[in-house]
């Protein structure tokens, strides 16, 4: 149990998307309300994808290793900070409306996430969207939403 409970904690660590995230915000950020959620929302799929078994494991475990659940929960929390970070900081441009930006940052992690789970539980019998246009459309939408 211990051996399989470090097992997946390495695992989460390991296929982590928040060195990519980080660069993201630090560096490739260019206020382009648009351009920059499409980079996330690429990358966060590109991650999720290529980590379904593993979310899949640690979603089995999360109630008999409480501790997997922390763990897989370190990333979207961190992704949510650099969200409220950036909303904040178009707010104080004038780019995005004079709303909560923890509740935009979730807004948007929820989107993604739930076309993810949709896809992985499902496959196309919910969306028959293929995740290009998913990613393209609701951003628009989403971006819509909340810009000035």
Request: zero cysteines.
């Given at each position: 149990?211990?051996?399989?409970?470090?097992?997946?904690?390495?695992?989460?660590?390991?296929?982590?998307?928040?060195?990519?995230?980080?660069?993201?915000f630090?560096?490739?950020?260019?206020?382009?309300?648009?351009?920059?959620l499409?980079?996330?929302?690429?990358?966060?799929?590109?991650?999720?994808?290529?980590?379904?078994?593993?979310?899949?494991?640690?979603?089995?475990?999360?109630?008999?290793?409480?501790?997997?659940?922390?763990?897989?929960?370190?990333?979207?929390?961190?992704?949510?900070?650099?969200?409220?970070?950036?909303?904040?900081?178009?707010?104080k441009?004038?780019?995005?409306?004079?709303?909560?930006?923890?509740?935009?940052?979730?807004?948007?992690?929820?989107?993604?996430?739930?076309?993810?789970?949709?896809?992985?539980?499902?496959?196309?019998k919910?969306?028959?969207?293929?995740?290009?246009?998913?990613?393209k459309?609701?951003?628009?939408?989403?971006v819509r939403?909340?810009?000035?």
């Amino acid at each position: 149990m211990v051996q399989k409970k470090r097992l997946l904690e390495t695992a989460v660590e390991r296929y982590s998307y928040l060195p990519d995230m980080r660069n993201i915000f630090l560096t490739n950020i260019t206020y382009d309300l648009e351009k920059d959620l499409q980079l996330v929302s690429e990358t966060y799929h590109k991650y999720l994808d290529r980590n379904q078994k593993i979310l899949l494991l640690a979603f089995q475990e999360r109630n008999t290793n409480p501790s997997i659940a922390e763990k897989t929960a370190t990333n979207p929390k961190i992704l949510k900070d650099y969200l409220i970070g950036y909303f904040t900081e178009m707010q104080k441009r004038n780019k995005v409306r004079e709303e909560n930006p923890e509740i935009m940052a979730m807004n948007f992690l929820w989107v993604n996430l739930g076309y993810f789970m949709s896809q992985f539980v499902a496959g196309e019998k919910v969306a028959q969207i293929d995740k290009e246009s998913f990613i393209k459309q609701s951003v628009k939408v989403f971006v819509r939403g909340i810009q000035v």
